[in-house]
């Protein structure tokens, strides 16, 4: 005769968990960090702990945890209209309000007059595989097959299915998976800090970038490239800001070739740059913009493609010829979620929290200097509203990075969660990445960055140690 057996949280999390993006050595050895409530910038752990999340979750709590506008707005929906999909011409009040929204958002806040529709789906993953085969589509109804490539950048993230992932150009996210896959093409990373030459000024980096672009293009043949995807700013590479002029230089390019220009603003979009988008911080003009994340806050999954009028005029011209138009996924424009956006929009333009991005931006890129700019081990911090990356050097004077393997980043990391803030170790660079709500304070962010500081003074003998057991140590490109 068996006995029934008392398992913890932990242990049936063992027993039954498939973590993504996690490693399933550490989870067995260590266990979960179970989380138990949050609100505000505060999540609490099973413990009882409070940490404040300088994160968002990933990138994506925009307006904070526990708003209760968004609960309810996503409770109605669900007694009056639970489920209603699109296909065959089907749709719903909610849904149609929001596709309407974010065409006036782009088009009033973003300088963005020429998008013309919007296609939703469930994830920024998902996101930008539309995105990819919308662009194969269109050059297929152009009468142009050859035209499939496209054209990413090393250190990009894009999502993690089989296009996105391969999209991204960040080689652990490729490890074992087959990937990339054919069509898919990675010019040069533009981070001046880490990938710049000795002595070169930020334009002449640049340039190389520019120059790097225009031989990729001229090797694989421009008739032959459909799209090239960039974020605004890399934000899982490393929060890297675009170089001086770039992306003036980079659509110079595409529009010379015919190609079409992919925004992905699963991360910088509603608000995270200090505008509603980086589409209008960076004076862009994209052909399809992917959206996720900061959509919703996070409190639904949801995604959108915002689509120009350049592939819209095609599409519409040429369909009672080709037929229908064959993708979607079931959860397409989900009425919940519509009225979740909706919603969360609300409260963003309520509360002002766009502007308090802008207001605060400052704020935490003096807040990070002052604590951790004298650090030796803090070679460059770097931050555009409230999106910061603090990236870890062995020397800074000498621009040497730390061996090989040894992730810096991830020790600082964890010491700054038992210090009660969470932040991101990244998978490029040895990076640590802020992303806090756009409704926190000026106080929490000091609170929040005091503690970080206090982390890396507890870290300081761990990371000296990993230069003991290596003496030689690299340049950092």
Same mark, same amino acid.
């Given at each position: 005769?068996?006995?029934?057996? =008392?398992?913890?949280?932990?242990?049936?999390?063992?027993?039954?968990?498939?973590?993504?993006?996690?490693?399933? *050595?550490?989870?067995? $050895?260590?266990?979960?960090?179970?989380? /138990?409530?949050?609100?505000?910038?505060?999540? $609490? =752990?099973?413990?009882?702990?409070?940490?404040?999340?300088?994160?968002?979750?990933?990138?994506?709590? =925009?307006?904070?945890? #526990?708003?209760?506008?968004?609960?309810?707005?996503?409770?109605?929906?669900?007694?009056?209209?639970?489920?209603?999909?699109?296909?065959?011409?089907?749709?719903?009040?909610?849904?149609?309000?929001?596709?309407?929204?974010?065409?006036?958002?782009?088009?009033?806040?973003?300088? %963005? &007059?020429?998008?013309?529709?919007?296609?939703?789906?469930?994830? #920024?993953?998902?996101?930008?595989?539309?995105?990819?085969?919308?662009?194969?589509?269109?050059?297929?109804?152009?009468?142009?097959?050859?035209?499939?490539? +496209?054209?990413?950048?090393?250190?990009?993230?894009?999502?993690?299915?089989?296009?996105?992932?391969?999209?991204?150009?960040?080689? %652990?996210?490729?490890?074992?998976?087959?990937?990339?896959?054919?069509?898919?093409?990675?010019?040069?990373? &533009?981070?001046?800090?880490?990938? @710049?030459?000795?002595?070169?000024?930020?334009?002449?980096?640049?340039?190389?970038?520019?120059?790097?672009?225009?031989?990729?293009? *001229?090797?694989?043949?421009?008739?032959?490239?459909?799209?090239?995807? %960039?974020?605004?700013?890399?934000?899982?590479?490393?929060?890297?800001?675009?170089?001086?002029?770039?992306?003036?230089?980079?659509?110079?390019?595409?529009?010379?070739?015919?190609?079409?220009?992919? +925004?992905?603003?699963?991360?910088?979009?509603?608000?995270?740059?200090?505008?509603?988008?980086?589409?209008?911080?960076?004076?862009?003009?994209?052909?399809?913009?992917?959206?996720?994340?900061?959509?919703?806050?996070?409190?639904?999954? !949801?995604?959108?493609?915002?689509?120009?009028?350049?592939?819209?005029?095609?599409?519409? /011209?040429?369909?009672?010829?080709? @037929?229908?138009?064959?993708?979607?996924?079931?959860?397409?424009?989900? &009425?919940? #979620?519509?009225?979740?956006?909706?919603?969360?929009?609300?409260?963003?333009?309520?509360?002002?929290?766009?502007?308090?991005?802008?207001?605060?931006?400052?704020?935490?890129?003096?807040?990070?200097?002052?604590?951790?700019?004298?650090?030796?081990?803090?070679?460059?911090?770097?931050? +555009?509203?409230?999106?910061?990356?603090?990236?870890?050097?062995?020397?800074?004077?000498?621009?040497?990075?730390?061996?090989? @393997?040894?992730?810096?980043?991830?020790?600082?990391?964890?010491?700054?969660?038992?210090?009660? +803030?969470?932040?991101?170790?990244? $998978?490029?660079?040895?990076?640590?990445?802020?992303?806090? &709500?756009? /409704?926190?304070?000026?106080?929490?962010?000091?609170?929040?960055?005091?503690?970080?500081?206090?982390?890396?003074?507890?870290? !300081?003998?761990?990371?000296?140690?990993?230069?003991?057991?290596?003496?030689?140590?690299?340049?950092?490109?």
């Amino acid at each position: 005769m068996t006995h029934p057996q =008392n398992f913890s949280l932990a242990d049936m999390d063992r027993q039954s968990l498939f973590h993504p993006v996690s490693s399933i *050595a550490d989870v067995n $050895r260590n266990g979960p960090t179970i989380y /138990s409530h949050a609100e505000g910038v505060m999540v $609490r =752990n099973a413990s009882g702990k409070d940490l404040i999340d300088m994160g968002a979750g990933l990138w994506c709590v =925009n307006v904070g945890y #526990g708003r209760q506008e968004l609960a309810e707005a996503a409770a109605k929906s669900m007694r009056e209209l639970s489920f209603q999909h699109l296909f065959g011409g089907a749709s719903c009040e909610a849904t149609i309000r929001l596709a309407d929204r974010l065409l006036g958002l782009f088009r009033e806040k973003a300088a %963005a &007059p020429h998008m013309a529709r919007v296609f939703f789906g469930t994830s #920024g993953s998902d996101a930008n595989d539309t995105a990819f085969k919308l662009v194969r589509y269109y050059n297929n109804l152009r009468g142009l097959p050859k035209k499939k490539k +496209v054209i990413s950048r090393v250190g990009a993230y894009h999502g993690l299915t089989y296009a996105s992932g391969s999209l991204t150009g960040i080689a %652990a996210y490729h490890k074992a998976f087959d990937l990339p896959i054919p069509d898919v093409l990675h010019t040069s990373c &533009p981070h001046h800090f880490a990938f @710049g030459l000795p002595g070169e000024s930020e334009q002449e980096f640049s340039d190389r970038m520019i120059a790097d672009l225009e031989a990729l293009i *001229a090797r694989e043949g421009g008739d032959t490239i459909a799209a090239f995807i %960039a974020e605004p700013v890399m934000g899982t590479g490393g929060v890297f800001l675009p170089p001086a002029n770039y992306f003036d230089r980079v659509q110079q390019v595409l529009d010379a070739h015919d190609i079409l220009f992919i +925004v992905d603003e699963v991360i910088t979009g509603f608000g995270r740059t200090g505008q509603w988008f980086g589409t209008g911080t960076y004076n862009l003009r994209p052909d399809i913009v992917s959206l996720a994340k900061g959509l919703t806050s996070a409190y639904f999954p !949801m995604s959108a493609n915002v689509i120009s009028e350049r592939i819209w005029s095609v599409l519409e /011209s040429t369909s009672a010829d080709v @037929g229908a138009f064959m993708h979607g996924f079931t959860y397409s424009g989900h &009425p919940v #979620g519509s009225a979740v956006a909706l919603a969360n929009i609300d409260l963003i333009e309520r509360e002002g929290l766009v502007e308090n991005t802008a207001n605060l931006a400052s704020r935490l890129a003096c807040a990070l200097n002052d604590r951790l700019g004298d650090n030796p081990f803090v070679g460059d911090i770097r931050s +555009v509203g409230l999106m910061a990356g603090v990236e870890f050097v062995a020397d800074r004077a000498k621009r040497q990075a730390f061996p090989q @393997g040894s992730a810096p980043h991830r020790i600082v990391a964890r010491h700054a969660t038992e210090a009660g +803030v969470l932040t991101r170790e990244l $998978r490029f660079l040895p990076v640590n990445s802020f992303s806090p &709500p756009l /409704s926190i304070t000026a106080a929490e962010i000091d609170e929040g960055v005091d503690r970080y500081a206090a982390a890396l003074a507890a870290a !300081m003998p761990e990371l000296a140690a990993l230069l003991s057991h290596s003496p030689k140590l690299e340049p950092l490109q």
